[in-house]
Structures are given as structure tokens and as C-alpha cells.
């Protein structure tokens, strides 16, 4: 079972049928269906092999955000500038290919100390939830 499926963990992580390269292609166009835009992707895997690191796999991580959800949750909650816009990553693990996010009712209830989720946070989780699904 993916991490994250069947519970609220903070993590939702599934595994991909896909390769990291077919994964970091398909990405883009669905998130740009659902409504969201790719601010920025920065591909962690490279970076640290450039600076002589031993890590050997792949992981690249995406900014995206969907500009009224962002403003909603801003004004509701100044402290998620720290985590906006919204990451999702892909990366290998011993040969595997996934697709992980923080999930953002859950973040939110942690940051709140609540258990009531916030409709936002509520949408948000969804489409992010359905970009990693249609990905996959």
C-alpha cells in the first residue's frame, strides 16, 4: 500500500509504473490541466553529483501552485509562506520510481493543532492527490 493511502499521514508517497524521465515528462502537461502552474524545478540529484556527492539516484522536486488557492490559504494562514508553493517529488529508490508530496490537510490540522480541515487545504489536497495519480 503507498504511504499516505488509507490514512492521514503527513506523507503521500506512491510508487510509478513509469521511469524518473517519463515521470519528470508526463508531469507538466497534468499539472497544467488542473488548473496549477510549475514555478520551478530544481533536480537535487544533479546538483549533489556535482558537487562529488555518493548519492546515485534520481530526485528532482517541482514547485507548482494554483494562484487562488494560494492567496486563500495565505490570508488564512501567514505561515504557510513557509511551505507554499506546494513541492511534489519524484525520485528513485533502488530502482524504483515515486511520486511524493506533503499532504496539505494534514500539514495544516499539524500547523493548527486541529482536526477540523480547512477547505482549502481540503482542495488543494485533492488536485495535488489527482496530478500524482494521473502521473503515475
Known sequence: MPEGAGSKTV????ESSK???EVIFDLEPVVQR??????HSSDLGEILRRRESAFDEECAVFDVTNFR???GLLAAERRLA???PWRIVVYTED??????LLRPESFMAAL????????????LEERLLQI???VR
Request: avoid cysteine; charge should be negative; proline fraction near 2%.
Open 112 to 123: 493548527r493543532g486541529a482536526a477540523a480541515g480547512d477547505p482549502l487545504a481540503h482542495e
Open 132 to 134: 500524482v495519480t494521473e
Open 82 to 84: 513557509a511551505v507554499l
Open 69 to 71: 488557492l494560494m492567496d
Open 11 to 14: 506523507f503521500h508517497v506512491v
Open 19 to 21: 521511469s524518473f524521465s
Open 34 to 39: 488542473l488548473g496549477f502552474v510549475m514555478l
Open 95 to 100: 530502482g524504483v520510481t515515486r511520486i511524493g
